[in-house]
């Protein structure tokens, strides 16, 4: 299918506002009427999806890491530090923290691995998150490979209620998904944006016309790495626990995974596509325990056939039939 | 706005000498350009055109002389910083983003000439796209705008490729064979569109274009510098350098002699 732009169509911020309003509402009706156990996936679904985001960012300039595990990892154990040893509870901060993390573990190697394409792009990203998974390895006050537990949160003073515990966490991620996945559309429109898709499709350009491919791609990287930071935290709270496969590379795979699987023509796309993967990861686990891998890969497999600009193109597809 | 005083030349190459280990690809060249000047370069492959080119944009460093940009010293400054200063190329084989619309690239053009810092400033503000029709408008491409750059004929892409290098009203503008790769009847029409887009600009601007067709060179071109071997073998008005007999007899290899004559 010949897709259309891969400029997004400019919304208003009114548009924009009332979108994400609209959204955190949704998201927080679907909050209570949907059983616990589907607000626990959603919940992580939505964490991976904020790192997936980061992804969809530096794919549009042309590079896909295979390391966002780095700050993943670095976020969710800042928050689970200050949770452990400072006292700080509260998830909002905790969020922010593991955001800040990420960006500035991020932010030195940025220069570097903005000069570098392809797989060379993603391997440097990938050795980074290696180096940090073996330095969490063998760190025991870090809690070594078991890692360590963290309670439940607070939200500005308040405890989480006693009969829906989980719904806490739920609106604090429903609450960041819907700013950050906000504010990462007004970035694929800004001039930016626009800028990062011009890398990807001819450097050289950009570069006679004026503008730094280096400083365009960096900067992509660092504000994924805040996302992936603040991704992070939210595992950690939805899980309790953190571990060193934070940072591993086959968490960095998934990542990765469900930014192909969502394709680049739409940011509800990843976080949509990140749900799915969680929904069949879960189901094939429960309904084909000894072969869930094979299932879940053979979905991907369909998806790849049929959808290969990912399940964002789905929403052409109105478009496309009023061009033929 | 780029400023510029009377009678200094908008480019002044002093001297340039640019070697690849034992290759002279540019040796003693030494060329002004006039304010609104539209220089033509001329000359067989290899002979030196695109190496100065290269010279004067930034990215290749000349083994020896300098170049002054309406008098400041450009010779060691990188790329993007005498791109900012208004030089503004356009490529023999047109660079562009095949997957955005025409308007796309355009204003893609025009935020990566102001180095755009603001990481949430719409790219489709009033000013940036009236800015950029108004350029497509001069090059009789406004009825393209929306239209995916991959769909686009070769000739339109030409075009494309040198609107966008007006984004940033340069004062120097270059254009590699602006008219390769377009049909022979339509050679004519797009150098008119070229030349009448940039006359028409709000900026004076000067051109050097690098071109093998005699008959672009006589009709719009202002002064001719002949390159061979990496030297200047002439410089002057079109037709005599044309005829001039180093350069008929390296360039152009046509004989001022009728065929069967002896000397």
New interface residues.
């Given amino acids: 299918m010949t897709m259309?732009?891969?400029?997004f169509p400019?919304l208003s911020a009114a548009r924009l506002l009332s979108t994400a309003v609209l959204g955190f509402v949704l998201l927080m009706v679907f909050g209570y009427l949907a059983p616990k156990w589907m607000i626990s996936l959603a919940t992580l679904a939505l964490a991976n999806g904020l790192v997936s985001l980061g992804i969809l960012i530096m794919m549009r300039s042309g590079v896909v890491p295979f390391g966002q595990g780095l700050v993943f990892a670095a976020g969710g154990y800042a928050a689970a530090l200050a949770f452990k040893y400072f006292g700080v509870r509260d998830a909002l901060l905790l969020c922010m923290l593991g955001g800040m993390t990420g960006l500035l573990v991020a932010a030195p190697f940025a220069p570097l691995l903005a000069r570098y394409r392809g797989i060379f792009f993603a391997m440097l990203s990938l050795s980074l998150s290696m180096v940090l998974y073996g330095i969490l390895m063998k760190t025991d006050a870090l809690g070594g490979s078991d890692g360590f537990n963290v309670s439940r949160p607070t939200l500005l003073g308040m405890t989480a209620p006693e009969q829906r515990p989980e719904m806490l966490l739920w609106g604090v991620t429903a609450f960041f998904t819907c700013v950050l996945a906000t504010?990462v559309r007004?970035?694929c429109?800004?001039?930016?944006?626009?800028?990062s898709?011009?890398v990807r499709?001819?450097e050289?350009?950009?570069?006679?016309?004026?503008?730094?491919v280096v400083n365009i791609v960096a900067?992509n990287y660092v504000m994924a790495a805040f996302l992936g930071g603040v991704g992070g935290v939210l595992s950690v709270l939805a899980l309790g626990h953190i571990e060193p496969n934070f940072a591993y590379w086959t968490t960095s795979g998934e990542f990765v995974f469900v930014a192909i699987l969502a394709g680049q023509h739409s940011v509800l796309a990843v976080l949509a596509s990140s749900f799915v993967l969680e929904l069949v990861r879960s189901f094939s686990s429960a309904y084909f325990p000894n072969t869930w891998q094979f299932a879940l890969g053979l979905f991907l497999l369909l998806v790849i056939r049929f959808l290969p600009e990912g399940l964002g193109s789905l929403m052409h597809w109105r478009q496309k039939s009023a061009r033929n | 706005m780029n400023t510029h005083t009377p009678g200094t030349p908008v480019l002044s190459a002093q001297g340039l000498q640019r070697t690849f280990g034992a290759v002279v690809a540019a040796a003693d060249v030494n060329i002004d350009i006039q304010s609104g000047e539209r220089l033509c370069l001329i000359g067989s492959n290899g002979a030196g055109k695109t190496t100065f080119v290269n010279m004067i944009?930034g990215y290749l460093k000349p083994s020896a002389g300098r170049i002054l940009l309406a008098g400041e010293d450009i010779t060691q400054r990188s790329?993007?910083e005498i791109?900012?200063r208004g030089v503004?190329?356009s490529f023999q084989i047109p660079?562009?983003?095949?997957?955005?619309?025409v308007l796309?690239n355009m204003?893609?053009?025009l935020?990566?000439?102001?180095?755009?810092r603001?990481?949430?400033?719409?790219?489709?503000d009033p000013q940036?796209v009236a800015a950029s029709r108004e350029i497509l408008r001069r090059f009789g491409l406004e009825n393209l705008a929306d239209r995916?750059v991959r769909e686009l004929p070769g000739g339109v892409r030409k075009l494309l490729d040198i609107a966008?290098a007006l984004?940033?009203q340069p004062r120097l503008l270059l254009l590699d064979e602006p008219t390769s790769g377009v049909s022979a009847d339509e050679k004519f029409s797009t150098m008119d569109t070229v030349i009448q887009a940039i006359e028409s600009g709000p900026e004076q601007v000067s051109v050097i274009f690098v071109e093998h067709d005699m008959d672009i060179v006589r009709r719009y071109a202002t002064r001719v510098v002949a390159f061979y071997s990496g030297r200047v073998i002439a410089d002057g008005q079109a037709e005599s350098v044309i005829t001039d007999p180093q350069v008929q007899q390296h360039v152009t290899g046509l004989s001022s002699q009728p065929l069967g004559a002896h000397a």
């Fill in positions: 259309p732009t891969p400029y400019p504010l007004l970035y429109n800004s001039s930016r944006g626009l800028l898709l011009s499709e001819n050289l350009r950009v570069e006679y016309l004026g503008s730094s900067w | 944009t790329p993007r791109t900012h503004a190329r660079q562009l983003y095949l997957q955005l619309t796309d204003l893609a053009a935020h990566a000439n102001r180095g755009s603001h990481f949430f400033s719409a790219a489709h940036s995916l966008m984004t940033g």
